[in-house]
């Protein structure tokens, strides 16, 4: 079966003159083209991303950026014809940059969950010893505020970073290099990113409320998505050239 996926070249993008466009970034259109593009091998990606998730998660710091490589290495083969599952584990070819990229990936994100926490035990603690000993009703409309404020908080910080992964293995750049480039395509099309980020993330609670099923057909999707706007921000390798050999 021939591949459905036409690239998306026909929209309109925005040249400054550098090697980073900026581009409309339109969330739910763009998990359509991600499903075209993956056309038959869709179920097969449901699994690739599934493992990768599962694996990843284990030993997080250590595992998920070798893990996501590979999940953006078969989304790049997938460019060039059909994927096999043991693909995946290309990604370890990344390992140390994939490595140094989720340790800032995750010591940012670190400096607003901790100072959240604390905040989180303060106004809790607090609240209860003003109340004698009591959950004071108030607290029931600060606690979610203040979690609604982190989430989007943690969004925002990683922004920057969506394009870190991919520039390691396309482009075979290294963990620093990578980031600052990202952050060069993230900061053209920051509120269109942030604002992908939050519906995916949107679309996921909900995914994760009907027993997480639907969670494995999003996956690929969202994954596939944040290849395509890749793509388009960062058009120096086109689908026939040999990034993540």
């Known amino acids: ?97 994939a ?17 959240a926490g604390i905040l989180w035990m303060v106004v809790s603690l607090g609240g209860i010893a003003m109340n004698d000993g009591e959950f004071p009703p108030w607290l029931f409309g600060v606690l979610p505020l203040l979690y609604v404020v982190v989430f989007v908080l943690i969004m925002v910080i990683q922004v920057p970073f969506t394009f870190v992964y991919p520039l390691i293995v396309d482009r075979k750049m290294k963990a620093w290099p990578a980031v600052k480039l990202s952050w060069q395509g993230a900061r053209k099309n920051f509120w269109g990113i942030l604002g992908m980020v939050l519906v995916y993330s949107l679309l996921g609670m909900v995914a994760a409320c009907m027993c997480y099923v639907p969670v494995f057909f999003l996956l690929p999707l969202s994954f596939g998505s944040t290849f395509l706007l890749y793509r388009q921000v960062f058009p120096g390798n086109n689908p026939a050239g040999k990034g993540g050999d």
């Open 1 to 97: 079966m021939s591949n459905p996926y036409e690239p998306p070249a026909a929209a309109p993008q925005v040249d400054d003159g550098s090697e980073v466009l900026r581009v409309p970034v339109r969330p739910i259109e763009q998990l359509y083209q991600a499903k075209a593009m993956l056309g038959d091998q869709f179920w097969l990606f449901c699994g690739i991303c599934f493992v990768a998730i599962f694996v990843g998660s284990a030993v997080p710091i250590v595992l998920l950026g070798p893990m996501l490589c590979g999940v953006f290495y078969c989304f790049i083969k997938k460019e060039q014809g059909p994927v096999t599952f043991d693909m995946l584990f290309r990604g370890f070819d990344y390992f140390g940059d």
């Open 99 to 115: 490595l140094l990229a989720t340790l800032l990936v995750v010591g940012v994100a670190m400096l607003i969950e901790i100072p």
